[in-house]
DNA sequence: AATGAATGAGTTTTCATTCAT
DNA sequence: TATGAATGAAAACTCATTCAT
């Protein structure tokens, strides 16, 4: 009856289905960030998408699955927006302010999707599996930034400090902004980028 | 039913309900610390303190309230310890590393609260009242930390950028704090505390 | 989760939700009248109804909403009942005989009905809006009989009294019915009905 | 340790504990009058008392023995000033007058004794015991005047009608007036008091 | 006699999930 | 596939009553 519990994820899945999720998790981010994660039950998300509570249990066997379902659709447009703004640059030095610049340019256009997996990263604390699964993401893009701190530095391009601890403060810094942009909406968007990728900027930079 | 429906918050109370009022927030902060805050629920935070879960709703009228009492506990306690490490400070850049050193030591004293306070904070988003509590509570903190690169800023010590980002970077790179102590539990907390503190003084400091 | 927060209340709701409502009104009558008001809990009024606890909130968003809904299916079914004897009468003094004795059959032919609306509107004075709803009720019921009084004066047909006083004792005199008749189960409710009505005649009509 | 359940109500009880039970029944109509039976619980009652919460269980044993001295205490009160009205009347015309008229007027001056017994008399039908109770003393009240009106009859000062139909319609009236008085405060107690009498005056004399 | 902290049973309400259609 | 009525387990909160002091 149900299109099975899926363990490996990415099983083959009709087009119908893949739109019906799609949609599903749409209504899911602007839910969340209308009325908060501790409110948006399945009942508004469906209300949302013009669909019956039912079909999100049909497509998403667990709560769980489609909150981390959300998590991963708004990583990989994310991961896809700055790997366009890094891509290509040619010191670390601009990587890293691309990286910055980007994140922030980022934020501000997709306010309800920053807002929706900062909710679930820090509700999620009770879904087993969707913790499991946002700190292993987590963990993943702070070692990938790690490793550019890692070999900016054998570069000769940055100074000699802890890669892990800056990775962990450009992280926090930059998931700082959405919060920031929703309670002062009239931030000069351009400025804030900027003044945030000086801040690491001198902050890396050999001396 | 309950000890009256205090206003003014610091109205007299006996010996014995300070003790038990201290012993349930103590036993909500270590609870959302090894749960999570979505399932720290009376009852098992009850069971962790050895008491019936009536017996809660009978000191705090309000789960918000408890929730808020935690909070302040912890506000409190933090001040406490950042106010030693911070005051007669010669310059404002030792005023930095001072906070930002004293934080991450408080960071690595005290998981729990850190944690519980953090949860608190970001699940309080439906609470409307714990919610703009603590809005209130980070806005002044982050005032204060703006001000302070103002007056740095005036009195020559720091580069010329936006304190207002500055503040919201530290605190977020702060804050950042205790998760990560959580994820690497063998890291050298002073080493972290010293790197962090390098970080914001080169982005600070007037080349 | 609920099938909608409907504020017009007349929204349109499908045949089946019709029918359970007015079969939870009816349990909850049932129950209210056997029980009284201060028990009428929704597992009770569900195991009447045998339905689960969960299903009347699936209904009625808030117990104050049944209990409102309650009022007005007895309010209605007895106007109906009313306007059938009392309109078309030849004289006011027809009119209020017809009320009154409309008034006792209809208590003789639906006691729970009247049982469960005069706990509940005993009841609501805690109930903020349910106390609202039903006060207004009553004070649109009295002054109609006040208006009807006023009328009657000038047609020249009563005789010079207080028609709020009147109304308040018709009314009183009215509502003492269920009570009787159900502690004296053997009444002769036609004769009651008559004399009521003799009461209230020689005390309007011009000497 | 307590006073022992006493059956037969009106053992020996110490002044001190007479006094208390006096207090505590005091508290409870102004409780009950200003937040209402529902919201009346203990803690409230014993606040308004300036005693302690268990100190109301350890006079009364139940909650119900609270409420039936309640409804026995203010009967009493309101029986001794019926009486002062009414005897040594010289018709059955005149006690009724006095009766009605005494009543009202009653109720002008002691409004919180009646909205608290018409509360509890509304609200009882949960305590059983109570329930009983308050029955039994309606039934007494209105057997009595059951037996006036019959009086009056025998004495050919009154027409022919129920005497059961006129004492039920009298006591609904008179207990209507609580609320009326209640609902329009400026109302003229002198007058309404009258226009009550008239209008059953009118319904019992003789033509 | 009196306190008031503590309990535990009971209440309404919420909601993911199930299931007949 | 889709609906939406229905369930059942859990939550916070209320409060008469108990009991150690």
Known sequence: MQPENRSGD??????IEEARRGQ?????????????????SFVQIARRAGISPGLITYHFARREELMKQVMLTVHNSMDQALTAR?????????????????FV??????PAELIAISQIAAAARD?????????????TALAELEDMFREGQEAGEFRDF??????????AAMEATPAELMARPGTDVTAYANELADIFELAVRRA
Chains 1, 2, 3, 4 share one sequence.
Do not use: D
């Not at 890094?86 to 980007?102: D, N, P, Q, V, W």
């Open 10 to 15: 990415q099983e083959k899945r009709s087009f």
């Open 24 to 40: 599903i998790v749409a209504a899911a981010i602007v839910t969340i960030a209308e009325i908060g994660y501790a409110k948006a």
């Open 86 to 102: 890094t891509e290509g640059s040619e010191s670390y030095c601009a990587a890293l302010r691309g990286l910055i610049e980007g």
């Open 105 to 110: 340019h980022y934020c501000a256009e997709h």
């Open 127 to 139: 879904a087993e599996a969707a913790r499991t699964w946002a700190e292993e993401q987590n963990a």
């Open 162 to 171: 802890a890669p892990r601890v800056m990775a962990v403060s450009v992280m």
